[in-house]
């Protein structure tokens, strides 16, 4: 188990820990840093722990290609908070420079709004705009945390014998994915309860607290919790192995309950108001509360 470490590690995997097939020259090794230098803002990684790796070319650019636009959106504050002064001109010059895949507009410009037209009484109508910062695409958020998952999995598991690390057999879940104000949903407060008994495997606190990780495992059982908190901004949890053990944690969890409104032109717009977590009561990547 690593417990915030502070160097470095070099895995010399033989196979790319992502697809797991032979390099080769219609397959070329590549340096892979698990936690992408340009994913966390510039310098946050200097002189802090990162997992350096062998993936194939395909493999490594594609999980680039997932971290462009992740990066500056899980980077930008929830509409009306600030950032600092250094930060948030980064933050502004990236969403300029990157294109949300959701949207396909740059980052800066995929502020989400919806209009929303409710009949009040005979002849009066009340209008109000609903404004969301530019949001992650889900299958995107998916697969990233995937890919963490794999590499952390890898290396917790991995012999300098034979240079190869192991996979786990089962399914992976993406059980909530929720911005920042939003930590302290149901969901997400129910996953920490369920797994804070569970013994660490992994933890992970990196690039100036821009990039968490852990890995916990249920005893007697092949089933894994999960969580990645990206840029202080995006935090993502769930399971992964044996597929019945894992459907037996994710009946434990309570559904999300959304409200309600159906506006003038009878198209139903559901909505989910907002639930914060305090510092004191987050624990999930407190190795010292777990």
Same mark, same amino acid.
């Given at each position: 188990?690593?417990?915030?470490?502070?160097?470095?590690?070099?895995?010399?995997?033989?196979?790319?820990?992502?697809?797991?097939?032979?390099?080769?020259?219609?397959?070329?090794?590549?340096?892979?840093?698990?936690?992408? !230098? /340009?994913?966390?803002?510039?310098? *946050?990684?200097? &002189?802090?722990?990162?997992? %350096?790796?062998? =993936?194939? @070319?395909?493999?490594?650019?594609?999980?680039?290609?997932?971290?462009?636009?992740?990066?500056?959106?899980?980077?930008?504050?929830?509409?009306?908070?600030?950032?600092?002064?250094?930060?948030?001109?980064?933050?502004?010059?990236?969403?300029?420079?990157?294109?949300? !895949? /959701?949207?396909?507009?740059?980052? *800066?410009?995929? &502020?989400?709004?919806?209009? %929303?037209?409710? =009949?009040? @009484?005979?002849?009066?109508?009340?209008?109000?705009?609903?404004?969301?910062?530019?949001?992650?695409?889900?299958?995107?958020?998916?697969?990233?945390?995937?890919?963490?998952?794999?590499?952390?999995?890898?290396?917790?598991?991995?012999?300098?014998?034979?240079?190869?690390?192991?996979?786990?057999?089962?399914?992976?879940?993406?059980?909530?994915?929720?911005?920042?104000?939003?930590?302290?949903?149901?969901?997400?407060?129910?996953?920490?309860?369920?797994?804070?008994?569970?013994?660490?495997?992994?933890?992970?606190?990196?690039?100036?607290?821009?990039?968490?990780?852990?890995?916990?495992?249920?005893?007697?059982?092949?089933?894994?919790?999960?969580?990645?908190?990206?840029?202080?901004?995006?935090?993502?949890?769930?399971?992964?192995?044996?597929?019945?053990?894992?459907?037996?944690?994710?009946?434990?969890?309570?559904?999300?309950?959304?409200?309600?409104?159906?506006?003038?032109?009878?198209?139903?717009?559901?909505?989910?108001?907002?639930?914060?977590?305090?510092?004191?009561?987050?624990?999930?990547?407190?190795?010292?509360?777990?």
């Amino acid at each position: 188990m690593s417990r915030h470490p502070t160097q470095p590690r070099r895995l010399l995997n033989a196979k790319c820990l992502y697809c797991a097939e032979q390099f080769s020259a219609e397959k070329p090794k590549t340096k892979e840093h698990v936690i992408g !230098r /340009r994913f966390v803002p510039t310098g *946050a990684l200097y &002189q802090c722990w990162n997992l %350096i790796v062998n =993936a194939c @070319a395909r493999c490594n650019n594609l999980k680039a290609d997932l971290e462009n636009d992740l990066s500056v959106i899980t980077m930008l504050p929830p509409l009306g908070e600030q950032l600092s002064p250094e930060l948030a001109n980064e933050a502004q010059r990236r969403a300029r420079r990157s294109s949300s !895949r /959701r949207t396909r507009r740059p980052v *800066a410009d995929s &502020q989400e709004t919806m209009e %929303i037209k409710i =009949a009040a @009484a005979p002849n009066a109508i009340f209008t109000f705009n609903m404004v969301a910062p530019p949001q992650a695409d889900s299958s995107r958020v998916n697969l990233l945390s995937l890919m963490h998952m794999q590499a952390f999995f890898y290396m917790i598991t991995y012999s300098y014998e034979t240079r190869l690390g192991g996979y786990w057999l089962g399914k992976f879940d993406v059980t909530d994915s929720a911005r920042r104000p939003d930590w302290g949903n149901p969901r997400q407060r129910a996953f920490a309860a369920s797994v804070e008994a569970w013994p660490h495997r992994l933890i992970v606190n990196t690039a100036n607290g821009h990039f968490k990780a852990m890995i916990r495992r249920k005893p007697n059982a092949e089933v894994w919790a999960w969580a990645l908190e990206w840029n202080k901004g995006l935090r993502n949890v769930g399971y992964f192995g044996e597929e019945e053990s894992l459907r037996s944690e994710l009946a434990r969890l309570p559904e999300m309950h959304m409200q309600e409104i159906r506006n003038d032109n009878g198209n139903m717009v559901r909505f989910r108001v907002e639930e914060s977590l305090s510092e004191e009561n987050d624990a999930l990547f407190n190795i010292d509360r777990g």
